[in-house]
Structure formats: structure tokens, C-alpha cells
């Protein structure tokens, strides 16, 4: 029972750089999110999908990028890093529709230097 | 929209005492409610919901929280702190009929732990 893993958890880039985050479950969960989590801020939400091919911005979806062509994969796409997106990124998925609860992968601790 | 205040930043218990973390949330409508935990370079984990019914929800790790709707209130006790329990704790609402939105998270409290 993998759950939800991400890849990779640690990562160091460069200004400017295009950085892509990956999320993958195993449970086949319709919905799926991505969080950044920053001191001061406690998490917040920049896309979510709701299905294959269904994706939507959240609160914080600016410079970033998501796709989903699969139900199981979710990645986060930085096109042009800037140093204020260094945070710990997580990715979230639950099963959809009446359930709410969400089940977290271990999060990509992500710094732009 | 939803909005989720956690009035303490950190917290300092002594190993043993009782502990009430506090959670006030803002929702239209009847709110799904979390508590999440998450220690030092881990992701969250669940550690009770309320969607419905009792008010008093037990969850793991000796933890229990209680929906009050005139309060707003969904306030995390546990009745004897270990050391262990020093970690971060998020609450948390969600949207009834799907993770539409995701789930709003109050920015946290840190629970310190003293021997």
C-alpha cells in the first residue's frame, strides 16, 4: 500500500530554472491538490484536479503549472523559478465526491538560489 | 470562503499536563472539520475529523476535539502530553460533497513539549 509518494523530496535549483515536483497514488483518488507550506503561512492550496484532465487554480497558483493526464499522477511544474517559491511543497489527494478527508504525501523540501 | 484562525502560534506544556489547542473557523454551511499533525520533516497526518453527529470525535494517538457550532469552535485536547506529541498541529475545514476547493488550513501551532 504505496499511497502517495513525492518526488523528489529534496531539491536545489537555480533562478530561472524550470523545476517539475512529482505526485503519484496508488489509490486512484479523483481529487488531487498542491499545497506550499511557509513559515507564518501554514499551507495553502495552488491547484487542484478534480479528474484526469480537470484541473483548476487554487489560492497561490501563480508561476506554477500542473497537468494531469493520468489519474495517479499530479506533477507541479515551476516554468521560471524565483527565490519565493522556495517552500516545502505538498501534494494531497482524497477520494472525491461526499469525502473531504485528504491524505498527504511527505512533501519536496524545494530551494531557488 | 472559508477561514480557519488558530490563535496560538506556540504552545509550552509540561510532559503530562493537559493540552487544548484552539480552532475557530468561518463556513457557510455545515463545515467538515480536521486536525492534522505533522512532526519535524514529515507530512501531515490525520488525526480526527468531525463530518457529522457527535460532537466529541475521538481520533488517534489519545487525541479527542469537540464541535461546538455556537463557538465556531473546534478546539484539539488530549488529558496528558507525552514528549512525543511536540510537533506542529493544523486544523483544517473542508468543503461538504467533495474536495472541491481543498481544504483551508488554519497557519498552525506549535506544540513544545517541557519535561
Known amino acids: 500500500d504505496a499511497g502517495i509518494t513525492q518526488s523528489p523530496r529534496y531539491k536545489i535549483t537555480e533562478t530561472g530554472r524550470q523545476v517539475t515536483l512529482m505526485c503519484h497514488q496508488t489509490w486512484s483518488h479523483s481529487y488531487m491538490f498542491w499545497y506550499r507550506q511557509d513559515l507564518g503561512h501554514g499551507l495553502r492550496l495552488i491547484y487542484y484536479?478534480?479528474?484526469?484532465?480537470?484541473?483548476d487554480k487554487g489560492e497561490v497558483p501563480d508561476g506554477y503549472v500542473v497537468s494531469r493526464s493520468k489519474t495517479e499522477n499530479f506533477p507541479l511544474t515551476l516554468e521560471s523559478a524565483t527565490r519565493s517559491q522556495t517552500s516545502v511543497y505538498f501534494c494531497a489527494s482524497t477520494l472525491g465526491q461526499g469525502v473531504t478527508e485528504a491524505f498527504f504525501g511527505q512533501g519536496t523540501r524545494l530551494t531557488v538560489v | 470562503a472559508q477561514s480557519v484562525t488558530q490563535p496560538d502560534i506556540h504552545i509550552t506544556v509540561s510532559e503530562g499536563a493537559s493540552l487544548e489547542l484552539r480552532c475557530n473557523y468561518s463556513?457557510?454551511?455545515?463545515?467538515?472539520l480536521f486536525w492534522y499533525v505533522q512532526s519535524p520533516g514529515q507530512g501531515l497526518q490525520l488525526l480526527l475529523k468531525?463530518?457529522?453527529?457527535?460532537?466529541l470525535v475521538q481520533g488517534i494517538k489519545g487525541f479527542e476535539a469537540e464541535f461546538k457550532r455556537s463557538q465556531s469552535s473546534f478546539n484539539l485536547r488530549k488529558p496528558s502530553v507525552h514528549w512525543s506529541d511536540a510537533a506542529e498541529y493544523f486544523c483544517?475545514?473542508?468543503?461538504?460533497?467533495?474536495?472541491?476547493?481543498?481544504?483551508?488550513f488554519g497557519k498552525g501551532t506549535h506544540l513544545i513539549i517541557q519535561p
Open positions: 484536479s478534480a479528474a484526469a484532465d480537470i484541473t
Open positions: 468531525y463530518f457529522s453527529g457527535d460532537t
Open positions: 483544517a475545514v473542508g468543503a461538504k460533497g467533495g474536495g472541491a476547493d481543498g481544504l483551508t
Open positions: 463556513y457557510g454551511a455545515t463545515p467538515y
